[in-house]
T-cell receptor, first 114, second 113 residues
Framework: GNSVTQMEGPVTLSEEAFLTINCTYTATGYPSLFWYVQYPGEGLQLLLKATKADDKGSNKGFEATYRKETTSFHLEKGSVQVSDSAVYFCALRAAGAGSYQLTFGKGTKLSVIP | DSGVTQTPKHLITATGQRVTLRCSPRSGDLSVYWYQQSLDQGLQFLIQYYNGEERAKGNILERFSAQQFPDLHSELNLSSLELGDSALYFC????????????FGNGTRLTVT
């Protein structure tokens, strides 16, 4: 079956530090990959996506590259801000039994301190 | 704003009771998904509907049921509630195809006392 493994948190960084959150996946076929972000008290928001190998998704300074050879989709940001404090979820979407539900990792909580 | 509307935002009820959670998908989206988010289990897929028909089932308990109506809104019914059902319940909708992301509502926080 499909699965997503992401690094366990929590992660605490100082403002302007470099961020990497690792994500690897297992899937049959060719999944689409997503990063979602959940701010405190809110729902999940799509952060970025990539739909095929070597695609790079980017948004709000965050980037992730779809690496088929290593089955990875690591999230990076060059300089984090306090406002980036949230929980980040890696997810994949692949066809299976006629359904396209998202399979999520367990989430990584990021805290950015001034 | 994702365009997905969930009501109510909060629900507090007692064990053994039954509740209904409601979801209106984004305009034009035919698929609706329900997820449960709890501290220990993370985000668990419950069930998917596509244009009124059940498409896939995940880790949904027999005490839970859902349906999607002709106007495409969906309801998740939770019955014989237990303390362990306390969680955030999210609805999401999407356009067809694996490339399309799911768009999530803000969730309904259910507390069973």
């Amino acid at each position: 079956g499909n699965s997503v493994t992401q690094m366990e948190g929590p992660v605490t960084l100082s403002e302007e530090a470099f961020l990497t959150i690792n994500c690897t996946y297992t899937a049959t076929g060719y999944p689409s990959l997503f990063w979602y972000v959940q701010y405190p008290g809110e729902g999940l928001q799509l952060l970025l996506k990539a739909t095929k190998a070597d695609d790079k998704g980017s948004n709000k300074g965050f980037e992730a590259t779809y690496r088929k050879e290593t089955t990875s989709f690591h999230l990076e940001k060059g300089s984090v801000q306090v406002s980036d404090s949230a929980v980040y979820f890696c997810a994949l979407r692949a066809a299976g039994a006629g359904s396209y539900q998202l399979t999520f990792g367990k989430g990584t909580k990021l805290s950015v301190i001034p | 704003d994702s365009g997905v509307t969930q009501t109510p935002k909060h629900l507090i009820t007692a064990t053994g009771q039954r509740v209904t959670l409601r979801c209106s998908p984004r305009s034009g989206d035919l698929s609706v998904y329900w997820y449960q988010q709890s501290l220990d289990q993370g985000l668990q897929f419950l069930i998917q509907y596509y244009n009124g028909e059940e498409r896939a089932k995940g880790n949904i308990l027999e005490r839970f049921s859902a349906q999607q109506f002709p106007d495409l809104h969906s309801e998740l019914n939770l019955s014989s509630l237990e303390l362990g059902d306390s969680a955030l319940y999210f609805c999401a909708s999407s356009a067809p195809g694996a490339d399309s992301p799911l768009h999530f509502g803000n969730g309904t926080r259910l507390t069973v006392t």
